[in-house]
């Protein structure tokens, strides 16, 4: 079975552009979460979706937005892409209070 | 809120030692949820264990074992007779099962990174 996959793996972007990340969860999880991760930081919780709504939302600005699909799939949007914003993106999908299963992550890199 | 802490930022150890991995948390949450992952340097986040809050039995799983203690509020890792394998960066992580609301997030901690010398 195929785990939990993003899309792109890497990403460079310049300083006031937009990017959308992508994610699929393992077959028949229906919750999404996403999370950044700074370099030397652990990850920090951004959002989670369940059942395509909003269930949880970290503390980051509005810039960040995310929606998920009828198939359970998930985007991340970023607007106005900051340097600060340069990270590593995970995705994970769980059946709620289990374990979470994580993705392998975008990289985004903003110049 | 809660909060994670590895005091330990980063261990180095000779292969075949054994080595603790040490996680603090707070909560004020009577149910929760604690968690450790691996992140090897391709960047996934590797499932190690989960623990929930009226479980604190002690768990020992081929060199890894786990040492939960309510008391001190501290979720120990240690891996006995180190392998090269397990140099990673490893996370500590705790969640409040806010079940009302179906809202699951995990809190991490900064991350132990274990280098393994052969």
């Known amino acids: 079975d195929a785990g939990v996959t993003q899309s792109p793996t890497h990403l460079i972007k310049t300083r006031g552009q937009h990017v959308t990340l992508r994610c699929s969860p393992i077959?028949?999880?229906?919750?999404v979460s996403w999370y950044q991760q700074v370099l030397g930081q652990g990850p920090q919780f951004i959002f989670q979706y369940y059942e395509k709504e909003e269930r949880g939302r970290g503390n980051f600005p509005d810039r960040f937005s995310a929606r998920q699909f009828p198939n359970y799939s998930s985007e991340l949007n970023v607007n106005a892409l900051l340097l600060g914003d340069s990270a590593l993106y995970l995705c994970?999908?769980?059946?709620?209070?289990?374990?979470?299963?994580f993705g392998q992550g975008t990289r985004l890199t903003v110049v | 809120a809660q909060k994670v802490t590895q005091a330990q930022t980063e261990i180095s150890v000779v292969e075949k030692e054994d080595v603790t991995l040490d996680c603090v948390y707070e909560t004020r949450d009577t149910t929760y949820y604690l968690f450790w992952y691996k992140q090897p340097p391709s960047g996934e986040l590797v499932f190690l264990i989960r623990r929930n809050s009226f479980d604190e039995q002690n768990e020992i799983s081929g060199r890894y074992s786990w040492n939960f203690q309510k008391s001190t509020s501290s979720f120990n890792f240690t891996i006995t007779a180190s392998q090269v394998v397990d140099s990673a960066v490893y996370f500590c992580a705790l969640s409040e099962a806010n079940s009302g609301a179906g809202s699951y997030q995990l809190t991490f901690g900064k991350g132990t990174k274990l280098s393994v010398i052969p």
């Open positions: 077959s028949g999880h229906k919750s």
């Open positions: 994970a999908s769980s059946l709620l209070v289990t374990e979470a299963f």
